[in-house]
């Protein structure tokens, strides 16, 4: 009886210890081809859950200048910049391609300019060791969000295609509940 109790004990302190430290190590980010930049897993809007795996999975699989996305804004981060960028598509009117919102930039053209040499020559940032667990030095996200998603309508809310105001998502969908104290 007592060797049961024992065993059981056992068994349930590995199990438990293997949920803490599974849940303790999950993933945050993905590295995204050919940049480099991060995309959120912990964002189900923007990496639902694999059915097949229960993983969470990216809503693309690569980001370059003609990637359309199925939700906007997403967003990703460069582990250079302390600020994520919002990414949109331009209405197909002016080129469809993808941009992104820097909070200290403004709108422009993605990929980045420090991401490309001179004859296209693709430059993806050297990721740290362990990139998939950093946590984000994001402060103000909710307001990055709205004063994105304003700027994107600002920009191209005039012209036939753009995604209306209230079909880009919100603070709470995009962001929703963080694994870390950080927002």
């Not at 919002?86 to 991401?115: E, K, M, Q, S, V």
């Not at 012209?159 to 962001?175: N, R």
């Amino acid at each position: 009886m007592r060797k049961t109790r024992l065993f059981f004990g056992l068994l349930l302190c590995l199990a438990v210890s293997f949920i803490i430290t599974s849940s303790a190590i999950a993933q945050y980010w993905q590295a995204m081809p050919p940049y480099n930049v991060l995309w959120p897993l912990w964002t189900q809007a923007l990496s639902p859950i694999d059915p097949l795996t229960g993983q969470p999975t990216p809503l693309v699989s690569s980001l370059t200048s003609s990637t359309v996305l199925p939700v906007q804004p997403a967003f990703v981060w460069d582990i250079e910049d302390v600020h994520p960028w919002f990414l949109y598509n331009a209405p197909a009117i002016l080129g469809g391609n993808l941009y992104y919102f820097d909070p200290l930039t403004g709108f422009n053209t993605f990929p980045p300019p420090d991401h490309i040499l001179p004859g296209g020559i693709i430059v993806p940032h050297a990721l740290p060791l362990g990139y998939e667990f950093l946590i984000p030095p994001f402060t103000h996200v909710d307001l990055l969000t709205l004063i994105a998603n304003n700027a994107y309508v600002a920009a191209f809310g005039s012209y036939p295609g753009a995604v209306p105001y209230f079909s880009l998502l919100t603070p709470e969908v995009l962001w929703g509940v963080p694994p870390f104290p950080v927002f």
